[in-house]
Each structure stands twice: as C-alpha cells, then as structure tokens.
C-alpha cells in the first residue's frame, strides 16, 4: 500500500491576504487621519512621515521624473528627485485601492519648512519642464489644512468617511452643548452636528486654547467643512481636524458676527473623553441606515 501525505500550503495564501488587509488598513488610516490634497491628476497624502501619491490615469503615474525637494527657512533645499519604480506599491498588495497607481516612500524628518513635490520633464536641450508641482508648508501637513473628503468614492466599493464617523459614534465621546448643538470628539477630528432647523449661516468659533491662554484660531464657516452629502444624512454635519494634542488643553467652541459673540462655550478634552456617560444615545438616528 503506497500512502501519499500532501503538505496544504495554505499559509501562502493566508500571507497574501494578511497583506491585503495590512496595506489597505495603513492606506485607509493615513487617508482618515493624514493631510491630503489633489494636483491635477495626483493625489498626495502625508501622514506619520511617509508620502503616499495617488493616481487613476489609465496608464498610471508617467515615466517622468519625480520632483522632492526639502526646503529650508532660507529657501535653500534638498534635492530627493526619484523615479517611481523606486518607490511603486506592487499590485499584488493593493485590493481595495486596486483601481490606483500608488507610490509610498519615506519623508525626511529633520527640519525643513516646505517640501516641493511634482514631476517634470527635459525637453531637447536638457532644461527641465514641470508637469506639476505642489509646495506644501511643514505647519499644513502638521494642522492638516487639507485632508481627505470622500475624494475617492467612485472608486471604492465602501464609503470611507461614512464607516469612519459610524464607528467613532460608536466609541468616542459624544455630548450636547448649550444651544442644541452636538459634538463628536475622536482622537483626530472634532465633528459638529446640528439638526435641519439650526442656524449654521453665522461664523463658528473653533479655538484650541493653550496653557498660556493664547489659543490657535480655527474658526470656520459650516459649509466650507460639511460632509452631510457625503454621510448620505439629512442633518447638518461639519468635520474638522484636531491639532497635536501637546498643542493645547481646552477647546472654546461658539458661533459669532462682526459685532457679537452669539454664544461660547468651552470644555476641556481629556476630561470629556474621561467621562463614560458622553456617548452616542441614538441622537438623529444615525445609525439606522
């Protein structure tokens, strides 16, 4: 009697999915959590020192050069042009983003002031032709002056925003201030969310409040931040990133005119998110559909 073992290799092909989860949850976190912006046809996201660049072109990023230039307060700078097949994420990593070329190489950490990224190309005599080029401050990339509003929806299978605010009001802090208006506070973005009736035309008041009592101002008008349409609700939502959190203490929220303060309110952070009572109750039925 012959016995044949045959040895499954399934490890194999539990390997390549773990990757597929793994590089798609890192794509997915930098998008939620990093700065993000579009030039042209290029998406750029930067997030915990590393540059993702993304495109949908059907034929992909072209052979052209990159530009990368780190740029001093002086204006000089660090030249770290590169090709992109140094830097192109294999296909065979990429599943939920498998619809974008996507290229992912380190940032330079030391100081800087500006970074310069784009492509360009050298025409017959050898002198360089930018295709595109985006300058994008240190301080942006650190308070996020940009970032990511459902850009790619059309070429992805799941709502990113609308399963990121689904699951924060499912576990972070959630309270109502004093004018009928509600705040969701997660470990990056402050969200505020208003019924139909509520009067968002006048300025809010968004100040990140530091020990010294002087404060970064990030007050805003609701429409310039709404992402309603994108949640696919009928109420008014605003969604606005949080600074580093060494950066302040309080929060002093409000809306007011030229002329007035209309109402102000203030609260400190950490001490909300201590509290277990201030969570999601069912407010809106947010999370029937």
């Known amino acids: 009697m012959l016995i044949f073992f045959v040895k499954c290799n399934s490890n194999k092909h539990e390997k390549k999915g773990s990757n597929f989860s793994k590089f798609d949850t890192e794509i997915q976190t930098a998008l939620l959590k990093g700065y993000f912006i579009k030039e042209g046809q290029v998406y750029i996201c930067i997030f915990k020192n590393k540059i993702y660049l ?12 990159f530009l990368l230039h780190y740029i001093d307060s002086n204006d000089n700078f660090l030249n770290h042009d590169f090709h992109k097949n140094s830097f192109l994420v294999n296909d065979s990593l990429i599943s939920k983003f498998k619809n974008f070329e996507i290229l992912k190489l380190p940032m330079k950490v ?136 060494e950066e302040y203490s309080k929060i002093r929220i409000g809306q007011f005119t030229k002329t007035e303060n209309i109402w102000v309110q203030e609260f400190l952070p950490e001490k909300i998110k201590n509290n277990p009572l201030l969570k999601f109750n069912g407010e809106f039925s947010l999370l029937s559909n």
């Open 54 to 65: 993304f495109t949908n072109a059907r034929k992909g990023f072209s052979e052209n050069k």
């Open 110 to 245: 030391d100081n800087y002031k500006s970074i310069r990224l784009g492509q360009f190309q050298r025409d017959d005599h050898n002198k360089p032709k930018n295709l595109w080029v985006k300058k994008i401050s240190k301080l942006d990339i650190e308070r996020r002056s940009h970032f990511y509003k459902d850009e790619f929806i059309k070429h992805l299978s799941i709502n990113l925003l609308k399963e990121n605010f689904q699951n924060s009001l499912k576990t972070k802090s959630f309270f109502k201030t004093s004018q009928n208006l509600y705040i969701l506070l997660n470990d990056d973005f402050i969200y505020f969310l208003a019924p139909k009736d509520y009067q968002i035309d006048s300025k809010f008041m968004l100040h990140y409040i530091k020990d010294d009592y002087t404060f970064i101002n990030s007050s805003f008008y609701f429409k310039d931040f709404k992402i309603q349409d994108c949640l696919n609700e009928d109420i008014h939502i605003a969604r606005l990133p949080l600074p580093r959190k």
